[in-house]
Structures are given as C-alpha cells and as structure tokens.
C-alpha cells in the first residue's frame, strides 16, 4: 500500500529517538530499520525506563504480505530460578529490587533479529546515534530531572554506587546537565562491530555475569547463551468492524482483547462499579493465562469460552444480549511496527554491570514462590510481561498502530484510545489528550478531570475515585499513527510523557 508520504512516520517516548528513527527513514530506511534505531536512541536517551538489560515485545504488519507478526524479545528465568532454590534460601518472594529478580535481556537480540527479517539496514548503522548520543551525553529534561531527584532514585542508589556514578547525585542534579554514559557507549559500538552474539554468546557475556554473580545474581553464562527471540502469531479480537491485533502469553495482550470483545456489544454509560467487575474477570483471566508461550499453547483457545462467559454474566449491559518505553513506526510503504521495551520499574533490578553500563530489569519480580493454578516461578520459562503493543486493521489494510507505558494500565488506555477514535470518532491526537480512567485493584478508581467515556460515575459508596485536575503520567504516554482515508498519516504524541 502506497501512503501519500515522503519517507513515513515515526512516533516515540522522546524526540532525539524519533529523530534517530526519521533519519534512517530518510536514508532509505523501511519501518523496522527505523523502528530499531528509535528504539536503541530510546535506551540511551530515557535510561531509567528502558535499556540493554530490559526486554522487548513489539508487532509488525507487512504491507506485502498483509499480515502481522509478533516479535517476542523476552528472557526466560535463570535454570536455576526455582521455588525449591529460593525457600532454600529463605525466601517466601523475589525481592523486588535486587539481582535476584533479574532474568535474561532479550532485547538486544529482538534488535538484531528483527533487522535481519524485515529490515534493510545493518546494525552498524541504525546503532549511530545511540552510540553518539551516549558518548556525548543526554541532557538532563524536566522528566528525567524529577526522577533523579525523586524517592524512588534515592532509594534505588542508597546501597548501589553503580548507578550513582553514571546518573549522578540527587544533590547535583540540573536540568540542562549532561550525562554521559561511557560504559554503554563502549558496549554499544562493541555490539555494531560484532553483534549480538558478543552480548549473549561472547567476552560480554562472561563479563556481565561476573559482574551480576558478585552482586548476587543467580544467572550463568549458560543462561544468556540459550536465549532466543521468538516470532509468533498476534491475537486478535473485533471492535467496531476493526480487526485489533496483540502479542499473546506472555504478554498481558490477552487483557486488551478481552476489553474489546466485552465492551464492543456494551451500552454507553454503564455504572464505575459495573466497570470495575468486567474488567476485573478479563484481568483475572489474564494472570491466569498470560505465561511462558510454551505453557499457554496447551489451552490457548479456553479463553475465548471466557470472554463469552463474562459476556453471558453481565448480559443486562449488552445491545444484544507501569515503566516502559514505546515507539510506533510507519514508512511510505505502508509497513508499521509498533514497539515497546522496558526494564519493567524504574532503573529496573536497580543493578548494574559496572564494566559495561549495562542496568538489568527486574521482571521476574511478579513471578510467584507458590504452586497455585498455573501461575508461579519455574526455571527456563518467559514470566508475565506488561508489554502490550498493538496494530488495528480494517479488513488486511493497516488503519492505526498504537502503543503506551504504563505497566498494568496499558490495555486499558489503549482500549480507551479505540473507544475514542471507532466509536466517538475522534481524530488520533484528540483522542489521545482526551482524559482517561484507570483501575488498579480493589474498588479505587483513578480518574483524569473531565472524563465522560462509557461511565456514570458511581454512587456506590464502596467506590473511591481519585480525580487527577491534570493530565497525568500514570494514565500512560501514548504512541499513535492512523492511516486516513485519502493515505495520509496522522500523529498521535502523548504529552503525558513528552512523547514527539
């Protein structure tokens, strides 16, 4: 599909990342090569959120084939992650921010696999401007400002001056100051010369682990070198005459489709606790069904029985019846990637590889020292991840690719963004700087000012709403770009999170 467009789009959760990206568009570069440049200038331009020790899950359409593909760039659990190694231990949970929540970082291996599938572009030179920028540095925004000097970061560094020695002293933080981050440039331009297989395979591998195992880690050498990157087939689910697409277990996708197929056949205005109730049985089905994909492929289609159980339930409302970093990409071709890649909380495990600036995410945090249900730590296995991008097509023609941090609000803000533009019809950036509604557990509900899709606000005095006056971070960053009618692309950027 020819799109009325120079060299395409790109869309990203910070502007030198989508310069990056537009420049390889420029050069000739298709969505993925573009795709992978923004990501890697993402690593190195907002550390705190995403980087070489993180993971990645993304989705790509390909305007040849018409068809949609889910890249899975996460890690499994060290072999020696186990329920029977860590009560030996003494441990009843993973402790959230140490070197034993870390598993495998796969998504420097997405990287590179990604570009050799659908790209056009060598490594070497969609790497360039996140070499450069962490040789020169980045300079200290309002955003990275407030976390450096924020609680969270204080904590994080209390008993780790590896992470202070690259992103400084709370007390000496300014916006305008650089950071330059050696370490990682050095591995970076090592990783453009060699590849991957020097970070899962080679001297970086040895390194990384030494430097893990003296801070506690579990995981080997063995570990990283059995790590791959998985290319699998989306979910999907219908809304609105819309086909929505998503990455499936271990990706909390399950929770977005499940949102669409509920609420396409529900009535407008439905009561917050009414809300509260659907979308806290999709999400139970999602901790239930969102595991290793070779575990999820045993009862992979139960789900849908689910959905039209809860449909069934709560037939009275039917017609008939979290961080990360994100980046959407279109070319003039009409390809689309929609990307999302985290180190899970802030700065992650908080750990670092000292030797080559590497920081770690902590996602097998979540995973539980308890055999209930399907759900719990086993050695080997991909844990439950956020990540949640996602393509919508009307019929095989790509319509809008979308994505957002956010942690566990990110089906429930990109649900909100469809709802929006397919049923109110709201132009992309309209419908992404409209308020928005975000539920985490029990019956608080998080509300922006101004919010008037789908709910009543309820009367039931058992639910707390908390009003936010602004637009806030915790509803997500949003990435966007439609396709209109005529081929043209239209942008959706997030001023939540200072997406450009």
Known sequence: MKLKTKFGMVVSGHM????AGMKIL????NAMDAAIATAATLAVSIPNMNGLGGDSIALYYSSKTKKITTINGSGKSPKKASIKY???IGLNEIPQRSSLSITVPGVLHAWEKSLKKYGSKKLA???????????????IDEYLYNFL??????????NNNFLSKIYGLPKDIKIGKIIKQEKLAETLRLISKLGCKIFYKGKLTKIMVQDLRDQGAIISEEDFNNHSTLFQKPLSADFQNKKVFTAPPNSQGLALMGLCEIFDGIKENIDLSDYIKFKKSIFELRDEYCLDPGITKYFRYKKYLDFKKIKKNYSKFFKNSGDTSTLVVVDNKGNAVSWVQS???EFGSGIVSPQTGVVFHNRMYLEKISKKGYNYLKPQTRPFHTLCPSIVLEGNKLDLTISTPGDHGQPQTIFQILNYIYKHNYKIQKAINLPR???????????EKGFKNYFNF???????TKVYSKPHRIFGGVTAIKINSDKTLSKGADKRRNCY
């Open 86 to 88: 860590f009560k030996s």
């Open 458 to 464: 309820s009367k039931n005095k058992k639910i707390k």
């Open 343 to 345: 180190l899970f909380e």
């Open 125 to 139: 030179e969609v790497l360039k401007d996140a070499i450069s920028f962490a040789e020169k540095g980045i300079k």
């Open 16 to 19: 030198k990342a989508t310069e």
């Open 437 to 447: 509604i975000r539920h985490n557990e029990g019956n608080k509900i998080l509300v």
């Open 149 to 158: 000097r924020s609680d969270v970061y204080k904590k994080l560094i209390r």
């Open 26 to 29: 420029k050069k000739g570069g």
